[in-house]
């Protein structure tokens, strides 16, 4: 499979804005589910060889330990318990609230009671309208919800190879339920007071200097799928500083500013795997060089923090 696949949004935005709300709704029971981390590193997904999983939760409130699961393989849904008790059904033909209905079914069947606190979607247009009437959204097309699995993977190892060269904290790469998108942030260990008037979950997310890489499919605002990063809080200059590749250019988002390579250029290039690598790091420099960061401390060329072995390698 080519590097990269096509994925135009025009393709799939309805199936992509379903398959947003079934995420929305598991990453919920996520929430309610795991065991709290800074920066919400508990709640986002993670990516695997067959779709995405919440990863092992529960076992603390009561519940048993279970995972749930999206196959994008088979399009499944997939509830397992730590005792070897397994649910699914299947993702084609269901509205969200038809969806919604049969997650709580088959976490019952398992013996796993959650109670979601905001049963509602999070950041979306319909973000007043409950999960359970929403039959509005029901598309699922399988061949691109599968060929986002594919790229998610792609993009995937890509950030894994970006986020090998930071020797700091730094979270997992990790899908966004909320945003739907997957991405890598690295920190510094300066505290960002943004008071009381922002809203918790921001606090949360950028109570740290931060720098953030990542990609997403596209919305109404960008109608595409797109490389990105951006630094939070934004030091002045910093778009003032040259991006690579040339295609990439900072576009406005909201109240920030975002660095953003468009998915199609990078399928386009010579090399597009070295192009994102290449646009992730001239991002983090100019950023962390602004900011005072000591780059080369953190530096971890080749995943390796051992000054012998580095010097073997």
Not at 39 to 44: Q, S, T
Not at 237 to 250: C, K, S, V
Not at 269 to 292: I, K, M, T, W
Request: include cysteine; aromatic fraction near 12%.
């Amino acid at each position: 499979m080519d590097l990269f696949p096509a994925i135009p949004l025009s393709e799939w935005r309805d199936s992509k804005e379903t398959l947003h709300r079934f995420a929305q709704i598991v990453g919920k029971i996520r929430l309610a589910s795991s065991v709290r981390r800074n920066h919400w590193w508990n709640v986002p997904f993670h990516v695997t060889g067959r779709g995405v999983t919440t990863r092992p939760m529960g076992g603390t409130d009561g519940n048993p330990i279970f995972t749930i699961d999206f196959d994008f393989v088979d399009h499944l849904l997939m509830v397992c318990t730590l005792d070897g008790s397994t649910t699914s059904f299947p993702l084609l033909g269901l509205s969200v609230a038809s969806f919604h209905r049969e997650v709580l079914a088959a976490l019952d069947r398992v013996g796993v009671a959650v109670t979601i606190a905001h049963p509602r979607p999070y950041g979306l247009p319909d973000a007043q309208r409950p999960f359970a009437e929403d039959t509005e959204h029901a598309s699922y097309d399988p061949f691109w919800v599968n060929r986002h699995w594919q790229v998610l993977s792609q993009v995937n190892l890509v950030l894994e190879e970006f986020s090998s060269g930071f020797s700091g904290k730094i979270s997992p790469v990790h899908l966004f339920w909320h945003s739907f998108d997957v991405a890598v942030t690295r920190f510094s260990d300066r505290f960002v007071e943004l008071g009381a008037g922002v809203d918790p979950v921001t606090r949360e997310a950028y109570s740290r200097e931060v720098i953030s890489s990542g990609f997403w499919f596209g919305d109404d605002a960008f109608p595409g799928p797109a490389f990105y990063s951006y630094a939070a809080p934004e030091p002045d200059g910093l778009t003032g500083h040259p991006l690579r590749p040339a295609a990439a250019r900072w576009v406005e988002r909201g109240i920030s500013r975002l660095a953003t390579l468009d998915y199609d250029e990078v399928r386009d290039s010579a090399n597009p795997r070295e192009a994102v690598l290449d646009f992730y790091e001239s991002v983090y420099r100019s950023a962390a060089g602004l900011d005072g960061w000591n780059i080369e401390r953190r530096a971890c060329p080749g995943g390796i923090t051992d000054p012998l072995a580095r010097k073997e390698a």
